[in-house]
């Protein structure tokens, strides 16, 4: 079955605490992203990946960071959480972007709590 | 001001009706426009992608993107319960980073 996988789901944490939320698909897709979801905000774009080791920064990458080591995995690290980061993480991929063939799958999110 | 601006709704329509819902933006650059749906406690799902000017049909969804006025609409005929959701709408001008719209609850009333 083709999907997007997030761990851990759920998640609380304090301030200062360095935490890694892993996201792994299984279709072969060159293109992930990472995108943050608050209320009367949106999805923002984190960072994202063109390829393997190729990252760029998306709209809110400020106290974030990734790897892009292997294809099929795209970690999203916060080094030194802050309770401004409390929010709903989704990763998503897709086989490339920009050619309007893409279908795009999302992960199942990750809630995120910081204390 | 926000790249992009979009009416949060909630918008709440009879079953069969035609749904519009629009976004409107400030950089001229942006050439890739999407629409996304979201169920509540899902992860949202590509719906429509529309490279550049001109309308997209799909099913009973229709995308319009209307450059010259910064301006894109989705349209969804006869509407069902089951198109109950947050819609939101996403551009990109570099076919990488991707700006999103804050969304738009719609309910669709049997």
């Known amino acids: 079955e083709a999907q997007v996988t997030q761990n851990p789901r759920y998640l609380i944490t304090v301030t200062g605490k360095k935490l890694t939320v892993t996201c792994s698909q299984n279709m072969n897709h060159e293109y992930m992203s990472w995108y943050r979801q608050d209320p009367g905000l949106g999805l923002r774009q984190i960072y994202y990946?063109?390829?393997?080791?190729?990252?760029d920064k998306g709209d809110v990458p400020e106290g974030y960071k990734v790897s892009r080591k292997e294809k099929r995995n795209f970690p999203l690290i916060l080094e030194s959480p802050s309770p401004n980061q409390t929010s709903l993480y989704f990763c998503?991929?897709?086989?490339?972007f920009g050619t309007g063939q893409e279908t795009q799958y999302f992960g199942p999110g990750t809630r995120l709590l910081v204390l | 001001q926000k790249e992009v601006e979009q009416d949060p709704g909630p918008l709440s329509v009879p079953e069969g009706a035609i749904v519009s819902l629009n976004c409107t933006y400030s950089n001229s650059a942006f050439q890739y426009f999407m629409w996304y749906r979201q169920y509540s406690r899902k992860g949202p799902e590509l719906l429509m992608y529309t490279y550049s000017s001109g309308n997209k049909e799909d099913g009973r969804f229709t995308a319009q993107v209307d450059k010259s006025s910064k301006y894109i609409s989705l349209f969804i005929r006869d509407s069902q319960p089951s198109d109950s959701a947050t819609y939101l709408c996403?551009?990109?001008?570099?076919?990488?980073?991707?700006?999103f719209g804050s969304g738009t609850r719609l309910s669709i009333r049997p």
């Open positions: 998503a991929s897709s086989l490339t």
């Open positions: 990946s063109m390829n393997v080791e190729v990252t």
């Open positions: 996403a551009m990109s001008s570099s076919a990488s980073k991707i700006i």
